[in-house]
Nanobody, 123 residues
Framework: QVQLVESGGGLVQAGGSLRLSCAAS????????MGWYRQAPGKQRELVAT???????NYADSVKGRFTISRDNAKNTVYLQMNSLKPEDTAVYYC?????????????????WGQGTLVTVSS
């Protein structure tokens, strides 16, 4: 079983910065894509950014140039550096990853979500 633990959310003023972290643990053989999603009150969950094991990144248009996703493959950890934050960035941010797990000789695919961390940007 694979678990994700997120950290780094909080309250920040508009224009400020925050860094989110998400560490994966458990029976991990390999991780393919790690990413961040967010859900604002009354809205659907949306993609923020993803990163592959090779470092290829993808960003939502709304965060391009302000947010940077990175990962440490040795630590199975993904980060989201958020700069120039805006009130509209206020949301619960969820980490997601998928890959392959191994238990003994048994290999299986997994996809897991973190518990979410609240980011609040005040104007």
């Amino acid at each position: 079983q694979v678990q994700l633990v997120e950290s780094g959310g909080g309250l920040v003023q508009a224009g400020g910065s925050l860094r989110l972290s998400c560490a994966a643990s458990g029976n991990i053989f390999s991780i393919n894509v790690m990413g961040w999603y967010r859900q604002a009150p009354g809205k659907q969950r949306e993609l923020v950014a993803t990163i592959t094991g090779y470092g290829n990144t993808n960003y939502a248009d709304s965060v391009k140039g302000r947010f940077t996703i990175s990962r440490d493959n040795a630590k199975n950890t993904v980060y989201l550096q958020m700069n120039s934050l805006k009130p509209e960035d206020t949301a619960v941010y969820y980490c997601n990853c998928n890959g392959d797990s191994q238990s003994g000789f048994l290999m299986s695919r997994f996809e897991v979500w973190g518990q979410g961390t609240l980011v609040t940007v005040s104007s």
